[in-house]
């Protein structure tokens, strides 16, 4: 690939997603309204009554009460919110196996083509990214099970560890108190160890959920682009090595997409407090910053595979290299080489013999 020839630092692959989000906009943005834009107007619809809400902006609305409308969706009444949320968080995991395996595999095609310098047309994207539709959202559904498990086991572990040390604290705490002690400052900093504790126990569960969200969560581009089966368990070769590069990259995006999304929303509810035309802005711009994730995913998958195959490809070389044209010594083999004790005329290394056997060596290896 020409965008994709080298490995790339952290700077380096934010540099090169900012390029091919700015000169492939167009696509890019219509792909992210065609499969982000219907869930983006049912989640208001849910959580927001549409008819109480005028279309421009009133002058009787203040800005303040535009925001708490906002946050806390106009509902007239607690059961209609319950309800709304509650069908929110149905529709988000059905939507997220449904639709979004494809819109990434649209971006990871869009990538792909951009860094091999092909043509890109928007009907042949979204053909590839529906091509393997349920092999897509089978890994999904089993990528999102382990996590998720993983999740809930963590947090059984923190409940449990949490409880035993809020038991133990309290009988110290007692303690404490009998044998005359300052209570009220033996209180405070007990009070503050626990919350000490409780942060770092948190912290702990995030970084865990997250280590095993990046080695398994390019599972994808595995499925979508090499057509592979073994999704989950190529993801994590992939990523070998390279967790906290990773989690650098998504660091940053996360900060800028929140940004990003705070300004607008102040913006928007002080311009056009609360009203349909705001709404719709808002979401036209949120679509703006919701390729910001998936873009640096598909070049740090490229730049992963290069890693990974350059690689495979020493070793593979290593290994074949003396096997080709009767050579033992990997050096010996290699035209130029000192101690090269290859006849005169023996021509040079049969290459296709080399790759030949690259293919085979590859295929026993897995």
Same mark, same amino acid.
């Given at each position: 690939?020409e965008?994709?020839?080298?490995p790339?630092? /952290?700077g380096?692959?934010?540099?090169?997603?900012?390029?091919l !989000?700015r000169k492939?906009?167009t696509?890019i943005?219509?792909?992210?309204l065609?499969?982000? @834009?219907?869930?983006?107007?049912?989640?208001?619809v849910?959580?927001y009554d549409?008819s109480?809400? #005028?279309?421009?902006?009133?002058s009787?609305?203040?800005?303040?009460? #535009?925001?708490?409308?906002f946050?806390?969706?106009?509902?007239?009444g607690?059961?209609e919110?319950?309800?709304?949320?509650?069908?929110? %968080?149905?529709?988000?995991?059905?939507?997220?196996?449904?639709?979004?395996?494809?819109?990434? %595999?649209?971006?990871?095609?869009?990538?792909?083509?951009?860094?091999?310098?092909?043509s890109i047309?928007f009907?042949?994207?979204?053909?590839q990214s529906?091509?393997?539709?349920?092999?897509m959202?089978?890994?999904t559904?089993?990528f999102g099970l382990?996590v998720?498990?993983?999740y809930?086991?963590?947090?059984?572990?923190?409940?449990?560890?949490?409880g035993?040390?809020?038991?133990?604290g309290? @009988?110290? @705490?007692?303690?404490?108190?009998?044998?005359?002690?300052?209570?009220?400052g033996?209180g405070?900093?007990f009070?503050?160890?626990?919350?000490?504790?409780?942060l770092?126990?948190?912290?702990?569960?995030?970084a865990v959920?997250?280590?095993?969200?990046?080695?398994f969560?390019?599972y994808?581009?595995?499925?979508?682009?090499?057509?592979?089966?073994?999704? &989950?368990?190529?993801?994590w070769?992939?990523t070998?090595g390279?967790?906290?590069?990773?989690?650098?990259i !998504?660091?940053v995006?996360?900060v800028?997409y929140?940004?990003?999304? &705070?300004g607008i929303?102040?913006?928007?509810?002080a +311009?056009?407090?609360?009203s349909?035309?705001?709404?719709?802005?808002y979401v036209?711009?949120?679509?703006?910053?919701?390729?910001?994730?998936?873009?640096? !995913?598909?070049?740090? !998958?490229?730049?992963?595979?290069?890693? #990974?195959?350059?690689?495979?490809l020493?070793q593979?070389?290593?290994r074949?290299?003396?096997n /080709?044209?009767?050579?033992?010594?990997?050096?010996?083999?290699m035209?130029g080489?000192?101690?090269?004790?290859?006849?005169?005329d023996?021509?040079?290394?049969?290459w296709?013999? +080399?790759? =030949?056997?690259? =293919?085979?060596?590859?295929k026993?290896?897995?």
């Open positions: 690939m965008l994709f020839n080298k790339m630092g /952290v380096t692959i934010l540099d090169r997603s900012f390029q !989000y492939h906009f696509m943005y219509l792909l992210a065609l499969f982000f @834009g219907p869930f983006y107007f049912v989640q208001n849910l959580l549409m109480g809400v #005028s279309f421009l902006p009133q009787e609305h203040s800005i303040s009460g #535009s925001f708490d409308l946050l806390n969706g106009n509902r007239s607690q059961a919110m319950s309800g709304g949320l509650a069908g929110l %968080a149905l529709l988000m995991p059905l939507y997220i196996l449904a639709f979004f395996p494809s819109s990434v %595999a649209a971006q990871l095609h869009l990538v792909n083509a951009a860094g091999k310098g092909e047309r009907g042949d994207l979204l053909r529906f091509t393997p539709y349920w092999r959202v089978g890994n559904f089993l382990i998720t498990g993983i809930i086991g963590l947090i059984i572990v923190f409940v449990a560890v949490f035993v040390l809020a038991i133990v309290t @009988g110290f @705490g007692a303690a404490f108190t009998r044998m005359g002690a300052d209570p009220l033996g405070i900093a009070v503050a160890l626990i919350v000490i504790l409780y770092l126990a948190l912290f702990a569960v995030l959920v997250s280590y095993f969200v990046v080695r969560g390019f994808l581009p595995v499925v979508a682009v090499e057509k592979e089966r073994q999704a &989950l368990r190529r993801s070769r992939l070998r390279s967790f906290w590069r990773i989690f650098a !998504y660091l995006l996360t800028i929140t940004v990003f999304l &705070l929303y102040a913006l928007l509810v +311009v056009f407090k609360m349909l035309l705001g709404q719709l802005i036209l711009l949120s679509l703006l910053i919701t390729p910001f994730y998936m873009i640096p !995913y598909a070049v740090i !998958y490229f730049d992963l595979r290069l890693r #990974s195959e350059g690689t495979d020493e593979m070389l290593a074949s290299l003396p /080709v044209n009767g050579h033992k010594d990997p050096d010996a083999a035209p080489n000192a101690g090269d004790d290859r006849p005169e023996e021509g040079p290394t049969d296709s013999a +080399v790759e =030949t056997k690259m =293919t085979e060596t590859k026993t290896d897995e």
